[in-house]
């Protein structure tokens, strides 16, 4: 089987995942679309900086007042021996852990702070309907907001489709207004060394327009 027909198949194996959990009462959240703009890449000039960006993304730190209710929802890049790994995590010790293994991980590719070194955020569309969103809203600290009912398969199978989606922006040739060279270069991915970190963040989903999105956020070491 070729890559594309495999990939095809492992999307259709995650709409069967996603269908057999909402039939169990799973929030049905449904990915649309990916969305760049003149947020999307941000320079990360220092050590100093990139431990921030890492804190602000795991809530931890002078961040850990963030790690509301629904922290157990984002999804974060790990590492198991050698290889990456994707996981939830609910408990403050484990995203030190993560922080800790990110920052050795740095320390190993030894990246530039001058002009090498981004955090890029995508917008991760999601569709859901009105009386269904009605259903997952509720007060946090005076402050209304949403949690979802979404199982460890559900919640992987929506990082799944964020990552196909972005991988697939990659391949294609479009052209994104208000994103300079360079940063066209880092969309297809051309220029980029190292992923060094990543996650979703479904803690703080966001309204633009009606739509409801997320944020995918990945720390990129350029050439």
Request: aromatic share 12%; hydrophobic share 40%.
């Amino acid at each position: 089987m070729k890559g594309a027909e495999k990939a095809m198949e492992s999307m259709k194996d995650m709409d069967r995942v996603m269908e057999r959990e909402i039939k169990k009462g799973r929030t049905p959240l449904k990915f649309e679309q990916l969305g760049f703009g003149d947020y999307s890449y941000n320079e990360i000039t220092s050590k100093e900086k990139l431990l921030q960006v890492l804190s602000y993304l795991l809530r931890i730190g002078e961040y850990e007042t963030f790690a509301g209710k629904t922290i157990g929802n984002n999804v974060y890049m790990d590492i198991r021996g050698k290889k990456v790994v994707f996981k939830r995590t609910r408990l403050t010790y484990e995203r030190n852990n993560i922080f800790a293994m990110i920052k050795r991980l740095a320390k190993k590719y030894k990246p530039d702070y001058e002009g090498k070194v981004y955090l890029e955020t995508v917008r991760c569309f999601f569709t859901i309907s009105e009386e269904e969103l009605e259903k997952c809203r509720y007060n946090y600290k005076c402050k209304d907001t949403y949690a979802f009912v979404m199982s460890d398969r559900y919640i992987m199978a929506l990082y799944t489709y964020c990552l196909s989606a972005r991988k697939a922006v990659a391949l294609e040739d479009i052209e994104l207004e208000g994103l300079s060279e360079a940063e066209l270069s880092m969309v297809k991915l051309e220029s980029v060394r190292e992923v060094l970190f990543q996650a979703l963040l479904l803690d703080d989903v966001k309204f633009e327009d009606g739509k409801m999105y997320a944020e995918l956020c990945s720390i990129l070491i350029i050439e």
